[in-house]
């Protein structure tokens, strides 16, 4: 086995490391900090990491990205992560969707949305799938319901689609360029056979945006609601087929959403053990430094051993992914252990820094914050249940 | 013989306070506008209300006044109230406290001139200025507490005797009830001299000043607050108090000793009210919510999720019934009915880890919207990890259960 990083992975993960720390990690507090969650985003940050090539890693050579490998993207997401978990997914979200485009969309389209994209320093992209009624549903379609699912219609009107409805908690909601919807062409069947999904640009008449949403975590990260009244979206927009929308999103076998989260997690962990080492070196408790008491030197073990393994884990599907090695489910099973590591390594560093009074670190508090995020992505219990149709009938070899 | 049977009298007030609490409180707590700012704000038109219903001399003996109550019976009312807000639970729960320690320690005349004042308003509260010689107990395993041990946070009060009284000069950082307190409870080093002395100190007295309530973001954003109920800083500086407002002793001795054990048990009872909150907020959605062609209460999933939740705040409650009527009988640990331990630690800290762990389960019943600031329930798994982290409880605090399973003794 060899674990080492090629020059260009190497090269990628120090231009990474060095933006986080020059530039991500002392913005992140005070942004996390903003009671307004429209106020909390930065232009700025995102700018200049655009400007470093981090907005159109996954984007293929031919269209002008990097086309880094997934053991790249993970790599560079670690780093990102360990400055700011939402300044991370900020940039990793525009990844999510590239490896759709490449995946699903014809050549004509990739020049009319691809080019700006990899043009503009400050364009982002978003998928509206999440409705008020329909959340575990788009994941998950019951087979007893098969109303069940997005509700937002489009009808066809002519050469154009007609859509009106709204979406939900819409990650880049509010700063996005453009946006993959998710839309019911045909209401009578389910959502797996009647929809299509729609390439539709922030400034389309009858799209608009509504709430941002204000969110314990990921403050930075701008989750918003779409809203569509009588918006009109040309027929040439559509990704794939009509009522092939969820076969378009069937193509990217990319699997990155999931890898994408474990990854992130992982960044998290990082500085939170690193807080929690400096802390126990650094401060007393009872006459003795905080790392010489026993309880703390467990629970800086346990913080180390579960890293270690989502980081072996996360690269090892990374790796997996850019081999195209048959998916036995790691990538989802390496999202929902990311789950709980995240929340015990970020605890324990709450532990070991322990109550100021009546203050608390305001990194620790954070972290924890941002951890909790996990709870209701990575690790849910849809997610969970899911995946066990994919699993092989005993885990494989390598 | 452990008895959980409540009078019709202790029925009829949990009631009354739970209505209370059910129509007005939690409507105004948990709404949006309350939610989703980060600062917020003490609901000081309930607490007066609350403290009209006889929250504030809740412990104290019906002779003065108050309502009697047993440490089970204030466990039972501040878990009622809690379930609704925690900020009124805490603050309610420290005047109680103090009320029947100070109300016992006072001699009739200095009853005669402060009692008529605690009755007077209802907005009176009290609140306490000590060092905790017990804070971070646990990091001193079985080794001697060391004599330069710094408790971050702690007071450094000095009290210098000037003819007709005492003069003094300090800073308390944190002090809990501070902002609304009408009598301080201070306990001071003596300048020159050894020991200390414990005074009585009105809000109004000149050179005593009380800070802001801390900012949700102090220290140019470096610390998050951390706390329930109301604090703020207090500082001293040159109040004179008489010799009149001098506590006895042994009468300070008396009000000091226990009181961390019952504000303990106390705290272990609002905790079950937060985690309380949180459940019922699940059980309620899980049965409304549709996913998955079922209500989401119906999926073995999210069943499993309530039953563990509903399971680990009976525990909760069941210990912390029991530590509080252990502190009401000693004679149940005197007699060999049930162990000799620390009790209120064994009940804090229980209480404490399962009960974060079951609110953060009953969240996840509510998919993204457990996130959102403009709901509860972030706010409820906030308010559990606060209390999982406070000063009386923390990393080491169980070892103090181990100490006492060893037979280690300080002294």
Redo the contacts between chains.
Sequence with gaps: MDFSLNEEQRHWQSEARRFSDEEVRPIS??RD?I?DPRATFDWDIIKKGSKLGFRTLAVPKEWGGHEADFVTQTLVMIELARGDSSVSKTFSQCWKWSHLVAASCTKEQKERFLKPFMEDDGFLLGKGG?EA?A???NR?P????PK?GWKLRAERDGDDWILNGSK??IANGSVAKLFFVDARTNPDVGIRQGTTMFIIPKDTPGFRIGKV??????RFYQNGELIFENCRVPNSSVMGEVNGGVKARANDKSEFGDIELAANALGICEDAVGMAMHFAKTY????KYVID?Q??QL?LNEMYMLTEALRSFVLRTAWERDRKLPDVGNNVLVMNYSQEVV?RVTKAN???H?????????RV??L??DA??W???AG???QR?KVVKRLPDMPLPM | MYDLQLTAEQIEFRDAVRDFVTQEVQPAAIDPKRLEPFEKPLMTDFLDQLSQMGLRGLALPEAAGGAGADLLTCCVLLEEIAAGDVDLAMVLGETALLARAVHDAMNDSQRKRWWPKFDAGERFHLALIARDDDAELGWSYHHAVPADADVIGAPEVVAERDGKGWTINGLAPFVSNAPVAGLFIVQAKIANGSGTVTLLVGRDTKGLSIDDDLPAFGGGGERSRWHHGAMAAVTLKDCKVGEEDVLAADAAHRLLQGLVARRSIQTAAVNVGVARAAYEAAVDYAKMRWQGGAYIVQHQAIGMKLADVAIQLEAARALTMKAAWITDHPEAVSERSVNDLPWHVVARTFTAQSLHRATLEATECFGAMGVMRDMPLQKYVHDTLVLQHSADCDLASPLTVAEAVAGYSRS
Excluded: Y
């Design positions: 507090l005070a900090q009671a999440t009624n959340g575990s549903d998950m019951p087979e007893n319901d069940a939900m908690f949403f204000n969110k314990r975590g990921w007393k408790r009872a006459g008491h309880l703390v629970k929340q709450m532990e070991i322990g109550p100021e009074g009546c203050m608390m670190h305001a508090d954070k924890i914050r909790l995020v709870t209701h992505l849910d219990t849809v249940v």
